[in-house]
């Protein structure tokens, strides 16, 4: 079953890149008395994620954390070393933490997993944008098409702050 808006967030654990390393965050970590724009994307570097989602994101994320979030998140079903390069490369003025869900737990537990074996990825998240206000979801915006940026961008988002 896929959550929904006044669902609160299941208990999940996450990996994040830190200066020592690799280091698990859970869902109260990330979420608990916090306002957090969560952006997930089936995966780092694909054309989609990478040329459309994040770009839409962070020419957004100053307006977004002026509406009061306090945090913007990026998930995504791959591992912490690719998650902190693609942060790198995307996230120039450090606005966002990212957060692996390498084993797609995170997505399974929400009910936004798909089967991407037939193009080679494995299990992968569905694209989608939600804000979280102290673990519940206030907003849940699920792409019918994993290829596009039609409801989950930031503008959408912001436009719902």
């Known amino acids: 079953m896929t959550i929904k808006v006044g669902d609160r967030l299941p208990e999940a654990k996450f990996i994040v890149m830190t200066e020592e390393g690799p280091k ?52 995504s079903v791959n591992d912490a070393f690719v998650m902190k390069a693609w942060k790198r490369d995307t996230d120039l003025n450090n606005e966002a933490i990212y957060l692996a869900d390498g084993n797609a737990d995170f997505a399974k537990a929400l009910g936004v997993e798909f089967d991407g074996s037939g193009h080679g990825l ?40």
Do not use: W
């Open 24 to 75: 698990p965050q859970t869902t109260d970590d990330v979420f608990k008395g916090k306002k957090v724009a969560l952006f997930a994307v089936p995966g780092a570097y694909t054309g989609t994620c990478h040329k459309m989602h994040m770009p839409s994101v962070f020419q957004n994320a100053a307006a977004i954390k002026a509406k009061g979030v306090d945090t913007i998140a990026v998930v």
């Open 122 to 161: 494995g299990t992968r998240s569905k694209r989608y944008s939600m804000l979280v206000e102290d673990g519940v979801v206030k907003t849940f915006n699920l792409e019918a098409n994993p290829g596009k940026v039609e409801v989950s961008g930031g503008d959408t988002l912001l436009g719902q702050l």
